[in-house]
């Protein structure tokens, strides 16, 4: 199996401040690399798909980056919407998926 | 717009089953697969299964292997996830979510709401 390693677990940041979450694959996934956002309560939100695209209706502040076993997701100027959960997911071994741990984004 | 609306909670004791449903619409359920995902309380999201709903192609996590089904009813463009001998550990908010697919890349999207399942004597 695949594993997938998120850094920070959790991060405290203030509105306005860039933000990035590291994600890392056992071995190379090229660019098979999927972000969610999720909110308490709600289910996830797909935000970044093939590591660097851009899912239709989210805001131009979050961008994805990476290949092969290093990924980040930036926020460039937080919001407060933005304060949650973060996932990253591999689908290069479709379909057996794995997401990583999570990383907490809380306001400081 | 693209939905999917999941059937509500459930509580279950232990050694019983639970079906949930998961209604599609606002596109053709068999032109896409749809996988199963659990959220344990306060934790992570745990990949179960998917299942091609084209040709009936199906792929379990392993260590659900022999106590999960998952199934597709293309009349009412539903998807099912039963799961047995349940046990207080599969207590969690079970998802459904499409599986959409651009060249060989796939992701999840839409979501479903979730279903809270609670297993408890």
């Known amino acids: 199996d695949i594993q997938m390693t998120q850094s920070p677990s959790s991060l405290s940041a203030s509105v306005g401040d860039r933000v990035t979450i590291t994600c890392r694959a056992s071995?190379?996934?090229?660019?098979?690399l999927n972000w969610y956002q999720q909110r308490p309560g709600k289910a996830p939100k797909l935000l970044i798909y093939?590591?660097?695209s851009l899912q239709s209706g989210v805001p131009s502040r979050f961008s994805g980056s990476g290949s092969g076993t290093d990924f980040t997701l930036t926020i460039s100027s937080l919001q407060p919407e933005d304060f949650a959960t973060y996932y990253c997911?591999?689908?290069?071994?479709?379909?057996?998926?794995?997401f990583g741990q999570g990383t907490k984004l809380e306001i400081k | 717009q693209v939905q999917l609306v999941q059937s509500g909670p459930e509580v279950k004791k232990p050694g019983a089953s639970v079906r949930v449903s998961c209604k599609a619409s606002?596109?053709?359920?068999?032109?896409?697969?749809i996988s199963w995902v659990r959220q344990a309380p306060g934790q992570g999201l745990e990949w179960l299964g998917w299942?091609?709903?084209?040709?009936?192609?199906?792929n379990y996590a392993q260590k659900l292997q022999g106590r999960i089904t998952m199934t597709t009813d293309t009349s009412t463009t539903t998807a099912y996830m039963e799961l047995r001998s349940l046990r207080s550990d599969d207590t969690a908010v079970y998802y459904c979510?499409?599986?959409?697919?651009?060249?060989?890349?796939?992701?999840?999207?839409?979501w479903g709401q979730g279903t809270l399942v609670t297993v408890s004597s």
């Open positions: 299942i091609n709903a084209h040709n009936g192609d199906i």
């Open positions: 093939a590591a660097s």
């Open positions: 997911q591999q689908s290069y071994s479709t379909p057996w998926y794995t």
């Open positions: 071995q190379s996934i090229s660019s098979y």
């Open positions: 979510a499409k599986v959409s697919e651009w060249l060989a890349y796939n992701w999840f999207d839409p």
């Open positions: 606002g596109y053709t359920l068999t032109n896409y697969g």
